[in-house]
T-cell receptor
Framework: DTEVTQTPKHLVMGMTNKKSLKCEQH?????MYWYKQKAKKPPELMFV???????INESVPSRFSPECPNSSLLNLHLHALQPEDSALYLC?????????????FGSGTRLTVV | GESVGLHLPTLSVQEGDNSIINCAYS??????FIWYKQESGKGPQFIID?????DKRQGQRVTVLLNKTVKHLSLQIAATQPGDSAVYFC????????????FGKGTSLLVTP
């Protein structure tokens, strides 16, 4: 299995809703990432987990809350989002903290906040 | 901060021609580079990578060239096909700065029949 799987593929949520994005990989990668991508822009890093510990938070608002339950799973919990948070949310993984070999992205979750 | 950039935002080529997409980087500490292809509505798809101890790497129909002297990276696609139409991003990883990739702005490649 050489894929990063993200669910759901599409999500529409209201500003008062709570939802979660899920990401899964079975490549044995020990580093996992959340990126945000707005239309016609490159992906921007949000969070990095290394060996299931949060190692980088790129000053992301607290309405985004990441979680790494185990080495294969990465969640992004969403609460009280704003319409400007609408974007493609991408999960990625790579081999480990010292080697980015095999840096692989999922297909993303297209999030619309209404 | 330092960033990866691209010389051309859009590139139109005829089917069968070779395509060259360029990328400039400014941080001499960058030690790993990746080219991604992103089709509409999809996540970035890995194309090819190259480490800073190499000048050239070839894949199937693609070649990446790295010129560390002028901090320039290029992606060459041979015999471009309509299915190659997409946005192409170069990305860099800076040694010992963490695990994140720093992406360039992207080049939109349009292959015309």
């Amino acid at each position: 299995d050489t894929e990063v799987t993200q669910t759901p593929k599409h999500l529409v949520m209201g500003m008062t809703n709570k939802k979660s994005l899920k990401c899964e990989q079975h490549m044995g990668h020990r580093a996992m990432y959340w990126y945000k991508q707005k239309a016609k822009k490159p992906p921007e890093l949000m969070f990095v987990y290394s060996y299931e510990k949060l190692s980088i938070n790129e000053s992301v608002p607290s309405r985004f809350s990441p979680e790494c339950p185990n080495s294969s799973l990465l969640n992004l919990h969403l609460h009280a989002l704003q319409p400007e948070d609408s974007a493609l949310y991408l999960c990625a993984s790579s081999q480990d903290s010292t080697d980015n070999y095999g840096y692989t992205f999922g297909s993303g979750t297209r999030l619309t906040v209404v | 901060g330092e960033s990866v950039g691209l010389h051309l935002p859009t590139l139109s080529v005829q089917e069968g021609d070779n395509s060259i997409i360029n990328c400039a980087y400014s941080n001499s500490a960058s030690d790993y580079f990746i080219w991604y292809k992103q089709e509409s509505g999809k996540g970035p798809q890995f194309i090819i990578d190259i480490r800073s101890n190499m000048d050239k790497r070839q894949g199937q129909r693609v070649t990446v060239l790295l010129n560390k002297t002028v901090k320039h990276l290029s992606l060459q696609i041979a015999a471009t096909q309509p299915g190659d139409s997409a946005v192409y991003f170069c990305a860099e990883n800076i040694k010992n700065s963490g695990y994140a990739l720093n992406f360039g702005k992207g080049t939109s490649l349009l292959v015309t029949p």
